[in-house]
């Protein structure tokens, strides 16, 4: 506890890049273990840490605790944990309704067949990058949207876009089914 006090007085008083390293050093590791024993998903789990840890720097989030430090810092990355929980619920009901939705008797038998290989490459890609995909493809999000909606930084979502685009281009191997992927409703 003197240690988090210490800290927390040491980013109050001069904001420095010193003082934040050492904050994320004390507490990154309680921080992710923390959030993978609420996820059960070590790379979900090191993305929310991240997040938490650029917010607050960014956000100068330091300069409204007014607390323990401590109980803030769990606090912020359980309800981060939570929050994203959300999402990916909501991503796999999205999900499910847009299979069922291209499977529809209307559409022809190459059009599901082609559905379902675009479906099973979007599917296989790693959750976070199938998530921020989703959000910028499907639901037409901005990249800028999308990362108010999933509380990560820009740039954490053009990296997921661009490996969901490579892994993408790789599994489906057809430029046709690629190209899909765009014009594909």
Same mark, same amino acid.
């Given at each position: 506890?003197?240690e ?11 904001g420095?890049r010193?003082a ?7 507490y990154?590791q ?7 024993s609420i996820? *059960?998903?070590?790379e979900?789990?090191e993305?929310? /840490? &991240? ?14 605790? #007014?607390s323990?430090l401590? %109980?803030?810092?769990y606090? $912020? /990355?359980?309800?981060s944990?939570l ?6 619920? *909501?991503?796999?009901h999205d @999900?499910e309704?847009?299979?069922e939705k ?6 022809n038998? &190459?059009? @599901?067949?082609? %559905?379902?290989q675009?479906?099973? $490459?979007?599917n296989?890609?790693? &959750?976070?990058?199938r998530?921020v995909?989703?959000?910028?493809? /499907?639901s037409?999000? #901005?990249?800028?949207?999308?990362a108010e909606?999933?509380?990560v930084?820009?740039? #954490?979502?053009? #990296?997921h876009?661009?490996? $969901?685009f ?7 191997? %057809? ?9 594909h409703k």
């Open positions: 506890m003197p988090s006090k210490y800290i927390l007085d040491e980013l109050l008083r001069s420095s010193k934040y390293e050492a904050f994320f050093k004390h990154y309680d921080l992710f273990l923390w959030a993978n996820l *059960k998903d070590s979900a789990a993305d929310v /840490v &991240q997040d938490f840890f650029i917010k607050f720097w960014e956000k100068k989030r330091y300069k409204s605790v #007014t323990n401590q %109980s803030y810092i606090r $912020a /990355v359980k309800n944990c929050n994203y929980m959300q999402r990916e619920k *909501k991503l796999i @999900i309704y847009l299979e291209e499977s529809a008797p209307k559409a038998e &190459q059009s @599901i067949e082609n %559905s379902q675009i479906y099973s $490459a979007i296989e890609l790693p &959750q976070k990058c998530e995909f989703m959000l910028c493809c /499907v037409g999000y #901005t990249y800028n949207e999308a909606e999933l509380n930084s820009m740039n #954490t979502v053009r #990296t876009m661009v490996r $969901a490579k892994m993408l281009r790789e599994k489906l191997k %057809s430029p046709h089914l690629f190209y899909m992927l765009f014009f």
